[in-house]
């Protein structure tokens, strides 16, 4: 595919357009050529391929966009999109989704990159921080809230029950396989260096269950089964994704950004993986 760039009318491929250029090229295929784009401020994590950044938009006219978003840009690679995702978890959760979680407002995509816009939580970056930088009270208060309020919202939802063995619960949750994965992988050393090698280990007096021996042979626990309630959830709500209002005003308000998973699975993922994450953190 061939472009003209807003600097010239020198022609360029795909492959050569900037992350800004090709934004300000997918915006006005989406709002027309009167449309203005301007970049403000990089927010990309480093975590993931993504580019994450602060743009002012206006539509130049026709009604449409006008203020500032948060555009993502992220490389297409047959992975499914994060929009689906993102609607997924908003058809699903509805009112709790119109509070908690910022709005998209465009997606459009070319041959090789999607781009999504979103409403900037708390209505600006200013106002807002991640969980995972809050003081304490802030950072276990907020764990709360949203682990229950989004577990209320999940249940109301649900989209239906199934007995499932422990085995199959694990999988659903990390893929069949995800022991041969790099993540997979880095567990089982740890499991080693930490001297697990059964179904149970200690832990401050605890005798807990190995999750990974589940999903490497067959054993005690492999079989048990219990009735796991299906239904969305969030897919990756660590600390970096819960945004917290730091104004007087607000104090207490949260946003999810950065949903992942669109298919239904056993619940209390999330807040397993929030609870996870929070103990990493302190
Ligand atoms: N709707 C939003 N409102 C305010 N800030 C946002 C919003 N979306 C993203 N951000 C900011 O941009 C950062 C990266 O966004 P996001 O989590 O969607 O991308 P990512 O690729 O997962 O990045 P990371 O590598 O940080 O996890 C967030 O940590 C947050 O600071
Ligand atoms: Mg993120």
Not at 13 to 20: D, I, M, N, P, R
Not at 144 to 153: G, I, K, P, Y
Not at 158 to 185: H, I, N, P, Q, Y
Request: glycine content about 10%.
């Amino acid at each position: 595919m061939t472009y003209t760039t807003e600097h010239g009318d020198e022609a360029v491929t795909s492959h050569t357009l900037t992350v800004q250029e090709r934004v300000r090229r997918l915006i006005h295929s989406r709002l027309g050529p009167d449309a203005s784009v301007e970049f403000m401020e990089d927010l990309a994590g480093g975590y993931t391929e993504a580019s994450v950044a602060k743009c002012d938009v206006a539509s130049g006219g026709s009604p449409g966009l006008d203020g500032q978003y948060i555009v993502k840009t992220t490389p297409l690679t047959g992975k499914e999109r994060q929009r689906t995702a993102h609607e997924h978890f908003i058809g699903a959760l509805g009112t709790f989704t119109e509070q908690h979680v910022p709005k998209l407002v465009l997606s459009a995509e070319d041959d090789r990159f999607a781009i999504d816009l979103y409403e900037i939580a708390g209505g600006g970056l200013r106002g807002v921080h991640a969980a995972e930088v809050a003081g304490s009270a802030q950072f276990r208060a907020a764990c709360e809230t949203v682990s229950h309020d989004l577990l209320t919202a999940q249940l109301v939802s649900s989209t239906g029950r199934k007995v499932m063995t422990a085995l199959e619960v694990l999988e659903a949750w990390l893929g069949v396989g995800f022991l041969d994965s790099g993540r997979g992988k880095a567990l089982r050393e740890a499991r080693q260096l930490a001297g697990v090698d059964g179904p149970w280990f200690h832990l401050s007096g605890q005798v807990l269950p190995d999750p990974l021996s589940l999903l490497a042979e067959e054993n005690e626990l492999t079989l048990q089964d219990d009735i796991a309630l299906l239904g969305v959830c969030h897919g990756d709500l660590h600390l970096r994704n819960i945004l917290l209002d730091r104004t007087r005003q607000h104090h207490g308000s949260y946003w999810l950004i950065d949903v992942n998973w669109s298919s239904p699975a056993p619940l209390l993922y999330d807040q397993a993986y929030l609870e996870t994450a929070a103990v990493l953190t302190i």
